[in-house]
């Protein structure tokens, strides 16, 4: 079909759409004595309708061929909004990825490890490989376990120590004291696999080199009475705070009550230990950064190393905030209309921030900081991504555990009633079904991508390869550990 039979054709189509008008035949419309004034009323009535209904026609249809044309940067995106503003319309053109290298390729990192809860009480993590086999199961009572960012450690930790397992078969690597001892709020890993930070309890934030087990505890300052919107009863210590390292691993940022006053400080990794470069808190001087009124903040650092993007899981919100000046750039409403309605899927390149209902998707585009949709995902192959008109053909070219993207940041996965749909990055459209007569919940995608496991309805763990062919059913019923998450 060429260009001019698709504008046709969607010139019917639209015109479809208009009420039906009844319009007589020319030559009756020439006035005659024996008409009535409210004949000849009508008759023109009926006119101006059918030339309105051409006009709105003419519209939609030079709207289409734009959105039909390669686009280039200023192509209006309907829906979209900027700076929290609902009313905005900016111009965005999603961009292409940026296809990244794919490292994580060891044995190890190919294993897919789920916590597990017996009724009785007893709880087990589990190794499972990409040929389906049971790999490895150890108790799950000594701590909490989080995955090393290369694939290939299970670290628990305790409130007195921290083991590595070996994520290919579980074995134990080493055991490290915790001193101080105590609980810890959150955990983040360095890109490159050296460095293991935490938030303790007890107000501080201690990095430890993984090679060495050498730890350097480093006093983090917190407001005592800060906000927990929604919380009740007597606390001790940064509860709301998370922590990120930067893409080189060699810079920390640490985000604590982010309730408010948001406290956001920068260290520098140096074999010796953390050094602190940078301090703001909300509302000291000029210091102007947001706020989340609820338990869960996802945030990144972007691949220039300028700037951090964080997801408050409990508003929708995004952050985007200036590293050099440690102060906000923007914080971008989402439309999000309950709590944690919505889960971030960053892309690794940095680019957009997809975000998932239950049915739908949304789209930021952090260039514009623009936010399009929502979606539906496309259901057949002959679909058109639901974003395709906003990019234009190239020349070359964290993330929630239950939509994960492929390790080269080209492709999104998304599960549910009818298997896995693989989507492409950014238009998202279907390029591939995996098991669509399986009813799956969560998704992990192996190291090289070359294997997706997925948890089943019927408390089951799916072995599915990523080029297609039949799923392997394996009797597991837990949920994942990995070290992307939203």
């Known amino acids: 079909m060429t260009d001019d039979q698709r504008d046709d054709d969607r010139m019917r189509r639209l015109m479809a759409r208009s009420q039906p008008v009844s319009v007589p035949p020319f030559d009756a419309l020439r006035p005659t004595p024996a008409r009535s004034a409210r004949r000849s009323i009508a008759v023109t009535l009926a006119t101006v309708i059918v030339a309105v209904a051409a006009l709105y026609a003419g519209q939609q249809l030079s709207a289409f061929r734009q959105q039909q044309a390669s686009p280039t940067t200023g192509v209006a995106a309907p829906s979209g909004t900027a700076s929290g503003n609902p009313t905005a319309s900016p111009k965005v053109v999603l961009p292409q990825p940026v296809p990244l290298p794919v490292t994580r390729t060891s044995a190890a990192a190919q294993v897919a490890w789920l916590g597990t809860s017996a009724p009785d009480g007893t709880a087990e993590l589990i190794g499972v490989d990409p040929t389906g086999a049971i790999v490895a199961r150890m108790p799950w009572a000594e701590g909490r376990p989080y995955r090393s960012a290369d694939g290939t450690l299970i670290v628990v930790v305790a409130d007195d120590h921290i083991s590595a397992y070996s994520a290919l078969d579980g074995s134990k690597q080493w055991t490290y004291p915790r001193k101080p001892a105590g609980g810890v709020i959150d955990v983040a890993f360095s890109p490159d696999g050296r460095w293991m930070a935490f938030i303790g309890s007890e107000a501080y934030v201690q990095v430890m080199d993984l090679r060495s087990g050498l730890t ?3 006093p983090l300052a917190h407001d005592p009475n800060a906000a927990t919107p929604g919380m009740s009863g007597s606390f001790t210590g940064p509860i709301w705070s998370t922590l990120v390292f930067a893409r080189d691993s060699a810079r920390l940022y640490t985000i604590v009550d ?8 920068a260290f520098n990794v140096t074999p010796g230990g953390l050094v602190q470069t940078a301090t703001a ?14 338990p869960g903040l996802a945030p990144r650092v972007l691949p220039d190393g300028r700037t951090l993007i964080a997801f408050c899981n409990y508003d929708g919100d995004l952050w985007l905030i200036d590293l050099a000046t440690l102060t906000a750039i923007d914080d971008i409403r989402t439309g999000q209309t309950n709590p944690f309605e919505q889960a971030p899927i960053f892309t690794p390149d940095g680019q957009l921030v997809y975000l998932r209902s239950q049915s739908k998707l949304k789209v930021f585009d952090v260039r514009t900081r623009s936010v399009l949709g ?34 080269d940041g080209t492709k999104l996965y998304w599960s549910g009633s009818g298997g896995i749909e693989v989507l492409r990055i950014p238009d998202l459209k279907l390029i591939n079904q995996l098991s669509p007569s399986l009813e799956l919940n969560e998704v992990w995608v192996s190291g090289d991508g070359k294997t997706l496991y997925a948890t089943g309805s019927k408390n089951e763990l799916y072995v599915i390869p990523e080029a297609g062919g039949a799923p392997i059913s394996v009797p597991v019923n837990g949920t994942f550990f990995a070290s992307e998450h939203g």
């Open 216 to 218: 350097q505890t480093t």
């Open 258 to 265: 982010w309730g408010g006053p948001l406290r956001l400080t």
């Open 281 to 294: 808190v909300s509302g000291n001087g000029a210091a102007r950064l947001p706020t989340c009124s609820g």
């Open 374 to 407: 929502p979606v539906f995902a496309p259901k057949t192959t002959s679909d058109p991504g639901p974003f395709s008109w906003l990019f234009g053909q190239a020349d070359a070219g964290y993330i929630a555990p239950t939509i994960p993207v492929s390790p």
